[in-house]
T-cell receptor, first 114, second 111 residues
Framework: NAGVTQTPKFQVLKTGQSMTLQCAQDMNHEYMSWYRQDPGMGLRLIHYSVGAGITDQGEVPNGYNVSRSTTEDFPLRLLSAAPSQTSVYFC?????????????FGDGTRLSIL | QQPVQSPQAVILREGEDAVINCSSSKALYSVHWYRQKHGEAPVFLMILLKGGEQKGHEKISASFNEKKQQSSLYLTASQLSYSGTYFCGTENTSGTYKYIFGTGTRLKVLA
């Protein structure tokens, strides 16, 4: 099983550029989420989805968009990259919110905005 | 809104014990604990459920106080492999579906 796959692993962007971080899972999980990790701030929730066609904002959604057209895929779009978005981004999935099942994480995307 | 973890960092010698605390301002449905090694993704350790059910992991155990909205992770007879950053993750009962992580505790075990 591949689990949760994130691409790319590394990316450097210039301020103002846009890009999409890809996330795919092959476990038929309903719940998927995006986090950013910055030193000393833990994992902060950007957006999440409880199923195909349903997304909602997390704690730090500004500057990011998501969509969930299929159960498997949950891409994260940076609309106009800013240096403050330099971070490590993790995608995670779990069977269902409240199901007492763990979150499975991808390996992360390390993003630098110049 | 993030759960607050304490301490922020701790240094141990092999064989010593440690306690990591996680405190939330929201009523919790469950608390999950994860460990992250440097440069890697977080890895699930265990889950604590409302009602007291607990799942353990080797010499690592945890408790969940629903009334205080707190959870504690107990590491017994620490090993070098326990080094890393520990996060609590919370599912709350407020009607949203936000899976929120704590601020993290960096743990270093020395030989």
């Amino acid at each position: 099983n591949a689990g949760v796959t994130q691409t790319p692993k590394f990316q450097v962007l210039k301020t103002g550029q846009s890009m999409t971080l890809q996330c795919a899972q092959d476990m038929n999980h309903e719940y998927m989420s995006w986090y950013r990790q910055d030193p000393g701030m833990g994992l902060r929730l950007i957006h999440y989805s409880v199923g195909a066609g349903i997304t909602d904002q997390g704690e730090v959604p500004n500057g990011y968009n998501v969509s969930r057209s299929t159960t498997e895929d949950f891409p994260l779009r940076l609309l106009s990259a800013a240096p403050s978005q330099t971070s490590v981004y993790f995608c995670a999935s779990s069977y269902k919110y409240g199901s007492h099942q763990p979150q499975h994480f991808g390996d992360g995307t390390r993003l630098s905005i110049l | 809104q993030q759960p607050v973890q304490s301490p922020q960092a701790v240094i141990l010698r092999e064989g010593e014990d440690a306690v990591i605390n996680c405190s939330s301002s929201k009523a919790l449905y469950s608390v999950h604990w994860y460990r992250q090694k440097h440069g890697e993704a977080p890895v699930f350790l265990m889950i604590l459920l409302k009602g007291g059910e607990q799942k353990g992991h080797e010499k690592i155990s945890a408790s969940f106080n629903e009334k205080k909205q707190q959870s504690s992770l107990y590491l017994t007879a620490s090993q070098l492999s326990y080094s890393g950053t520990y996060f609590c993750g919370t599912e709350n009962t407020s009607g949203t579906y936000k899976y929120i992580f704590g601020t993290g505790t960096r743990l270093k075990v020395l030989a």
